[in-house]
């Protein structure tokens, strides 16, 4: 394990290397103050923790039951945004509102890339769910950076289930007071928000009183229920916001009582290409050494900025540049002459590094079965093409269908780094000339990603689950049944039995947890684990679940659908049931996935096939025959098969590892009476073998025609479990009309979903062109594209076109 956690080191370290841009101006690298200390520290914090973020693209946001979901993983450094090639199974999940999941999946990662389906189940009921994504990885951080977005799905057979407190409005008013708190007689800006219990902002007007008197201020929000006023509270004296809602709802509420002394920091707009910092404190402190302040700007935990200054009167300002901030969020944080963090306040810079993907059609009417072009052209910064790797997914829209919101950039760059759902965050890329609006969202969501005490501990920080960079790792647990705490130093095996050899093994850690490697373990499978019975006792082993079970973090609006969609309805259930009567063999191929299928051992120093030989009526004749370099030894009324060492010349002294279809065998004498007539294989191992933290004298495979143990009893104290691997990758199906004969077949195509491709690559200076062919259903049909480079650079793009 040791190994692992410096690989990640490593990995983050580098990461850092290449993300770290230069101090502020003024600053050097060698230059030991305050603030370069300060920068040091969130630098090596960063380094020990590197952070994963997960985006997901769907075909489509709305289904019915029974239609199959499509979908595209992309996985990065939460830093620079670059294809991250850490994890190599991502965990997605469909949850319903009360929190459970209804589906799951493993998607196997290569180069921070993955794809899949899920075929949403006729059970499913009517309602809106949330897709969730993350890595074993991110489970050591809080679920709220997990990737999650709603979709819906319908079934007409299965209304969705609604309560009173679904309909029932509640409503939530929350302050922010600017830079984190307010203080007695410094004036100063405070942002609210006003939404339903939904998420979704609530138009409003409202006035702060002093003391339940007179009127200081009114207020309305700018959008999405967020809007910002002016405070200057005073000494002694408590403030009331009375907010009333359009329908003639009113809520009071206490605004955050002000603090008796203290800072302040105020953001404000100084040019086009600065902002000013301004800070206040309070009077009552006094000048002195205790006048310095330090401020450190960073984007996703990378400096950008450390810079000192001196309060002269109880204020200081700082102009920043902002070409010095990172794109996307910023933070910036006040520390006092102590170095301890005061103030803080979130900065958004539109990136200029968009991904700008064009779409363009060679017509823009088609007819039923015809082929249609699609061409993408993608566009980097300063209008140059960057190699981008693209999903593209073409579909029909109708009543119930709508253009999904929410795209890949507007997820990096926004809603991946801030607390809490964001309402339509791809308002704040499509007007970025509404500063306000993006301004006031930054007052009104916080980020927390780590914490600056944590920071200037310098702890060294320790993980509950490691990078699954090599494949999956199944995680159990020994427990000693008399006692029920967990087996420490237990040797623990695991094994998938089958004619394809696939079996590791684990050490227990002193709180008897054990973790299996298992790479290329693919689709439902039964695994066998067990305990070394050379133990003086016997433990039970515990199969931990891989999923999260921490609860999701964004709310889901209730079910609606209009009463005029009910025709469509209708119209999009039949042609479901069309396309999996008529395409549903073809819905269910799967591609063979791309694994090695040579054993763990990978070369055998000897190969039997049976069938080549004489084939005698007893194992042991078997062994005694024909099998070279062992010995068939009976000590002690049981059998012994030591093998031959080749490295040394001599007979190891104990038994070899002996597998039959990957299952461990720790009682010769049973398999001795097995029928050599239903074994296939051997293959022998005359050296030691070293398998993570253990090592065999020699090991001895035995394979089945069937894979099916042939009989042999499994150890009554093992256990035997039914295991999802990674999911296997489905091909969608896209049928062909370049005949005559093909457009004239009688078999319908009510296919709604034209064209999905999870991987559609460009270079520098090209764009691409994809082919595929309409169905039987006229109607708009949307095209939608999302692509990352890789140098983090990512966009989407919208086109659509009529098939007639």
């Not at 201020?217 to 700018?222: A, C, Q, T």
């Not at 705490?485 to 237990?490: A, L, P």
């Not at 034209?754 to 270079?763: A, E, F, Q």
């Amino acid at each position: 394990m040791r190994n692992d956690m410096r690989t990640i080191v490593l990995f983050s370290l580098f990461l850092t290397m290449a993300g770290a841009p230069g101090l502020s101006e003024g600053q050097s690298a060698s230059a030991r103050t305050p603030q370069t200390e300060l920068s040091a520290d969130l630098e090596q914090y960063r380094s020990q923790r590197l952070r994963e973020k997960i985006y997901v693209h769907t075909d489509k946001d709305i289904y019915l039951a029974g239609e199959i979901c499509w979908f595209k993983v992309y996985d990065v450094d939460a830093t620079l945004h670059h294809p991250l090639d850490l994890s190599k199974v991502a965990y997605l999940e469909w949850i319903d509102k009360s929190g459970k999941a209804v589906l799951q999946a493993k998607i196997g990662l290569h180069n921070g890339r993955g794809n899949g389906s899920v075929s949403l189940p006729s059970t499913l009921l009517s309602g809106n769910y949330i897709l969730r994504a993350y890595t074993a990885w991110m489970k050591n951080y809080d679920a709220v950076w997990f990737f999650e977005r709603a979709i819906t799905v319908i079934n007409d057979r299965k209304p969705a289930q609604t309560s009173i407190s679904d309909s029932a409005p509640r409503y939530a008013v929350t302050f922010f007071p600017e830079g984190g708190y307010m203080v007695e007689n410094l004036p100063g800006k405070v942002a609210f928000r006003v939404a339903d219990q939904f998420g979704r902002g609530i138009d409003c007007s409202g006035i702060v009183t002093e003391d339940d008197a007179d009127t200081v201020v009114g207020f309305h929000p700018l959008r999405f229920g967020i809007g910002t006023f002016l405070l200057n509270p005073r000494t002694g004296h408590r403030y009331r916001a009375t907010i009333r809602l359009a329908d003639g709802t009113a809520i009071d509420k206490l605004l955050p009582a002000a603090r008796k002394e203290g800072f302040t920091m105020s953001v404000s707009k100084e040019d086009a290409g600065h902002i000013r910092v301004a800070v206040r404190r309070s009077p009552q402190a006094t000048e002195g050494e205790a006048s310095l302040i330090y401020m450190i700007a960073q984007t996703r935990q990378s400096v950008r900025i450390a810079i000192a200054g001196a309060l002269h009167e109880g204020t200081c300002s700082f102009i920043l540049s902002r070409d010095s901030l990172g794109e996307g969020i910023s933070q910036l944080t006040l520390f006092d002459a102590g170095r301890h963090p005061v103030c803080e306040r979130l900065v958004f810079k539109i990136p200029s590094r968009r991904l700008q993907i064009r779409i363009g059609s060679d017509k823009t009417v088609y007819t039923t079965r015809e082929k249609i072009a699609i061409h993408l052209d993608l566009e980097g910064k300063e209008d140059r093409p960057g190699a981008s790797d693209c999903s593209v997914s073409v579909f029909r829209l109708d009543s119930l269908g709508k253009v999904p919101q929410g795209h890949i950039d507007s997820y990096l760059w926004l809603s991946s780094d801030l607390a809490g759902g964001i309402e339509s965050p791809d308002y704040y890329f499509e007007h970025p000339g509404d500063e306000e609006a993006a301004d006031n969202l930054m007052m009104t969501h916080g980020w927390r990603r780590f914490r600056w005490d944590e920071v200037l501990r310098h702890s060294t920080p320790s993980f509950d689950f490691i990078p699954e960079y090599k494949g999956a790792i199944i995680m159990g647990k020994v427990v000693d049944p008399q006692t029920g705490k967990g087996g420490s130093g237990i040797q623990s095996y695991l094994s998938v039995p089958g004619t394809r050899t696939q079996f590791t093994t684990s050490l227990s850690d002193g709180e008897g947890v054990v973790k299996f490697e298992m790479p290329d373990f693919y689709g439902g499978r039964q695994i066998v684990v067990q305990t070394s019975p050379s133990t003086d006792r016997v433990y039970n082993m515990d199969i931990a679940n891989p999923f999260s079970e921490e609860k999701t973090y964004t709310p889901l609006l209730p079910f609606a659908m209009e009463q005029s969609s009910g025709q469509t309805l209708s119209d999009r259930s039949v042609a479901v049931q069309v396309v999996n009567r008529f395409g549903g063999e073809r819905l269910r191929r799967f591609d063979p996935p791309p694994v090695d299928t040579t054993a763990f051992y990978i070369k055998p120093d000897e190969k039997y096939l049976l069938d080549d030989y004489t084939r005698f009526t007893t194992m042991e004749e078997v062994q005694r025959e024909y099998v070279q370099l062992i010995l068939v030894l009976r000590r002690g009324g049981h059998f012994h098969v030591p093998v031959f060492d080749l490295a040394h010349a001599r007979s190891f002294d104990g038994d070899p590892l002996i597998l039959l279809d990957g299952v461990p065998v720790f009682n010769i004498d049973t398999l001795m009476t097995l029928d050599p007539l239903k074994m296939r294989r051997l293959d022998i191992m005359n050296r030691r073998f070293f398998l993570g933290s253990t090592s065999f004298p020699g090991i001895m495979n035995w394979i089945t025609y069937k894979g099916d143990l042939a009989g042999y009893p499994l150890d009554p104290h093992a256990t035997v479990i039914d295991y999802e691997g990674l999911q296997l990758q489905r091909e969608f199906y896209s049928p062909v009309y370049a005949t005559p004969e093909q457009a004239a077949s009688h078999l319908p195509d009510f296919r709604n979903v034209l064209y999905w491709s999870p991987s559609v690559m460009t270079n520098p200076g090209s764009g691409v062109s994809v082919n595929f062919y309409s169905s039987d259903l006229p109607g708009k049909y949307a095209v939608i594209a999302e692509g990352l480079a890789a140098d983090g650079t990512a966009g989407s793009g919208y086109a659509e076109f009529e098939v007639k």
